[in-house]
């Protein structure tokens, strides 16, 4: 098992995420994680081009406490701690949603977009031998952001999912989480042209011991998914 800790910044906070990448299962079998739902996957060949988008849900948050959400792509190299990601994400602090953004973050640089309920964020990424990027796009606003550096070592995994996050327990499980509605829908993810389906992913979905909390539907021929809130 491996874990990667990704570093979000957005407005006013920074959400620290762990991200568990397991080792390959039945794809009939669902992992159950107290952090996070949805697929990872580990590419043969390296990842040279991502494109994906998202529909950001309302949340609801507990009445206190403070807790961040995301629902994000991370991208991994083998043994390298800092690596991209496009994520949404929000932060619930004593019953308020304190920002609400979508990030292109490479670890060294970060292009923020700010959002709302019901818009979909469009992802991408590309990859040469030189040069690493990554941009998001609000298709309502048109507003995007990106950002972009040297290229470093080949990017072999993948990770579409949802997470929650106690700031002050990192890597534990949270209760009660924030509720959400509509299911965040991660649409049409593909890694270097083809579905992320074909890349066997891992499934998870999100726990409190036996409680199902975040559910995680099939993935679809088009790499289409979507991740349920079922109980806080």
Request: aromatic share 6%; charged share 5%; hydrophobic share 45%.
């Amino acid at each position: 098992m491996k874990f990667l800790v990704r570093t979000v910044t957005a407005v006013a906070a920074t959400m620290l995420v762990p991200i568990a990448f397991a080792v390959p299962v039945s794809a009939a079998t669902t992992v159950h994680s107290p952090t996070q739902a949805g697929y990872t996957a580990t590419s043969a060949m390296p990842i040279t081009s991502f494109r994906g988008s998202l529909t950001v849900p309302t949340i609801t948050c507990p009445s206190v406490g403070s807790i961040a959400m995301a629902a994000q792509i991370t991208f991994v190299s083998p043994g390298v701690a800092t690596t991209p990601g496009l994520s949404w994400s929000a932060f619930c602090s004593n019953g308020s949603v304190r920002y609400n953004v979508a990030q292109a973050d490479l670890g060294t640089a970060a292009g923020i977009v700010v959002i709302a309920p019901g818009d979909v964020v469009k992802f991408a990424l590309s990859a040469t031998a030189t040069t690493l990027s990554v941009s998001v796009t609000n298709t309502r606003t048109l507003q995007r952001a990106s950002a972009s550096g040297p290229a470093g070592l080949p990017l072999t995994g993948i990770q579409a999912t949802t997470q929650v996050e106690d700031f002050s327990h990192p890597g534990s499980n949270v209760s009660p989480i924030p509720s959400f509605a509509p299911a965040i829908k991660f649409a049409a993810l593909t890694v270097n042209g083809a579905p992320l389906g074909s890349l066997t992913p891992t499934k998870y979905a999100m726990y409190n011991g036996t409680t199902l909390q975040i559910t995680t539907s099939s993935i679809s021929a088009n790499g289409t998914f979507s991740t349920t809130f079922v109980h806080v």
